[in-house]
């Protein structure tokens, strides 16, 4: 089994700053990309940022320059920094992964339950 397990959502007021924490864990081989999503209230599941294995970051135009993906491979975790945040970016946040488990010939995607991000005005 593989679980992904996001932490550090909660409330903050506009312009201030968070970090996310995903980690995966389980029968694991490899992590490809990795990723983070979110979604608001009546609105569809958006990409937020991504990041390859080699370091390689793609970003939502709404976010650049405020928000930051990184991982660390030695613990299976990708972070996101939220710094100015504003009250748009009030969402559930999900983070996904790209796995291949150990005796798998190909990758899996799995996510996260997600985590409550709310910023105030």
């Known amino acids: 089994q593989v679980r992904l397990v996001e932490s550090g959502g909660g409330l903050v007021q506009a312009g201030g700053s968070l970090r996310l924490s995903c980690t995966a864990s389980g029968n694991i081989r490899s992590i490809n990309a990795m990723g983070w999503y979110r979604q608001a209230p009546g609105n569809q599941r958006e990409l937020v940022a991504t990041?390859?294995?080699?370091?390689?970051?793609n970003y939502a135009d709404s976010v650049k320059g405020r928000f930051t993906i990184s991982r660390d491979n030695a613990k299976n975790t990708v972070y996101l920094q939220m710094n100015s945040l504003k009250p748009e970016d009030t969402a559930v946040y999900s983070c996904?992964?790209?796995?291949?488990?150990?005796?798998?010939?190909?990758?899996?995607?799995?996510w996260g339950q997600g985590t409550q991000v709310t910023v105030s005005s």
């Open positions: 996904n992964a790209k796995i291949i488990r150990v005796g798998a010939p190909w990758e899996y995607l799995y």
């Open positions: 990041i390859a294995n080699d370091g390689n970051t």
